[in-house]
């Protein structure tokens, strides 16, 4: 038995449950809105709230042995200090969440990225199983990922390896918020996508995209796309597809790195499925010609949200096995 908490602070929701590390089950999940806009304290306090209710609803308390949080940015991850989080409102400057949390709660924490543990969730329990080498991409609100090499989920520098949505895809392309240019979140990020949708629906085109929405441009999102390109909209397909191309591209600039036997694509994008992996895979045959790419298998995440629980289970296993909390600070 080996149970530990995973968490995924999302911009939107945030979500908890009991992992069992040896065999990915979930338990007991708990969630509730992440509401980031109120600032750093009140969103660190919910994410101790819901500690306390699943250790309190799970009758489990004794056996847990430490929290996983998987974060939208990039924390250190041998410091536990969050420098900053890009896609969450609120300063979260050089925040030592997991000296906060564990001086709350009195039980190990680890932080890792929210990619990375969904990339370590689908390496032990999903679509990555059996993989020595893989990468694994989520395409969201942002593009981030992870790598798992011979054998080794691998993290690079602080935690930093697989930053997949800050490769260039465009030379002197748009301006990221990263601070370079032409980096593929630009290009086929979620807001990217929904972007290109509202370009054409302000051109006057006639597309499923507009009428799902009832042409209030406000509310088309990538999700809109995707709807309107699996109802078979053809403005919808070719956004995907020249969003897939760019992924291809990245992809395969992966590929020549690490060539994995696997790549794994997730994030709320992913559920574009063959619209989105045809146009990548597609670009990556025609440009990739010095890896034998017969023997890379592109796939779909399988875990969906519960690959980033488990995933931050797993990492707070790495971290805090053995590991007796913690000081009374
Ligand atoms: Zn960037």
New binding site residues.
Partial sequence: MSYYIGIDLGGTNLRAAIADTETGQIFHQHQCATLAAEGQAPVIGRIVELIHELRQASGMDGTLKGVGIGVPGTPDIDSGVIQFLPNLPGKWLNVPLQAILEDQVKLPVALINDVRAITLGEWKFGAGRGAGTLACLAIGTGIGGGVVVNGQFHLGLGGTAGEF??HVVEVDGLP???G?KG?L?MYASGPAIAAMGVKEVMHGHTTRIGELVDHDLNRIDAGTIVQAALEGDPIAKSILQKAGMYLGIAVGNILGVISPQKVIFGGGVSRAGDLLLRPIIQTVHERVHVIPLQKVEFALAELGINGGLVGAALWAKRRCEGREVISEL
């Fill in positions: 949505g800050h990221c918020g990263c370079g980096c979140e």
